[in-house]
T-cell receptor
Framework: QQPVQSPQAVILREGEDAVINCSSS?????VHWYRQKHGEAPVFLMI?????EQKGHDKISASFNEKKQQSSLYLTASQLSYSGTYFC????????????FGQGTRLTINP | DTEVTQTPKHLVMGMTNKKSLKCEQH?????MYWYKQKAKKPPELMFV???????INESVPSRFSPECPNSSLLNLHLHALQPEDSALYLC??????????????FGNGTRLTVT
């Protein structure tokens, strides 16, 4: 079951904040976040596990609400390098990694 | 630079051709994955190898045949493909398929065009 991401696309000016949401109708064991720039490989950002934890590094952080089966990615004071398509990936199987990716959120940062 | 290397970067093949995609990693990872990505779509899982054994086949047509000769190498053999198989084929690896707290490391992909 593919997770649902929102919004599908965001256009920001440099320095503005963004939130990308990822929700599932199934119980989740983990949520992964990746960023893919055009013509490049998806790059790992962070993983959140069951327990409602929040993670972050630099100005990118994420939360995982296990009860709501939702995760949100927060980008603070966005930089031009943040542009790309963000995918959440969810694990529906306990004890094995079988990521199903959401449809993606295209983020464009303008100067 | 990605630590997962895929060759070739681009491939054009006819529907009657046989070709192979290659993926290599030297991070000591024991799980390797093939994903297919169409334009403006997310990656879709095709196959998972764990400790050199096929662990997951996502009902992929038999014209795609994976092979894992050793823990560092993953191949995808292609035969009698259709134009709709044109896509970006991504290889990924992780330390252990049986742990959900580990990231996937993706290669840059092979862009395949079937004519």
């Amino acid at each position: 079951q593919q997770p649902v991401q929102s919004p599908q696309a965001v256009i920001l000016r440099e320095g503005e904040d963004a939130v990308i949401n990822c929700s599932s109708s199934k119980a989740l064991y983990s949520v992964h976040w990746y960023r893919q720039k055009h013509g490049e490989a998806p790059v790992f950002l962070m993983i959140l596990l069951k327990g409602g934890e929040q993670k972050g590094h630099d100005k990118i952080s994420a939360s995982f609400n296990e009860k709501k089966q939702q995760s949100s990615l927060y980008l603070t004071a966005s930089q031009l390098s943040y542009s790309g398509t963000y995918f959440c990936g969810t694990d529906l199987i306990q004890g094995a990694q079988k990521l199903v990716f959401g449809q993606g959120t295209r983020l464009t940062i303008n100067p | 630079d990605t630590e997962v290397t895929q060759t070739p970067k681009h491939l054009v093949m006819g529907m009657t051709n046989k070709k192979s995609l290659k993926c290599e990693q030297h991070m000591g990872h024991r799980a390797m994955y093939w994903y297919k990505q169409k334009a403006k779509k997310p990656p879709e899982l095709m196959f998972v190898y764990s400790y050199e054994k096929l662990s997951i086949n996502e009902s992929v047509p038999s014209r795609f045949s994976p092979e894992c000769p050793n823990s560092s190498l993953l191949n995808l053999h292609l035969h009698a493909l259709q134009p709709e198989d044109s896509a970006l084929y991504l290889c990924a690896s992780s330390q252990d398929h049986w742990r959900v707290d580990l990231p996937l490391h993706f290669g840059n992909g092979t862009r395949l065009t079937v004519t």
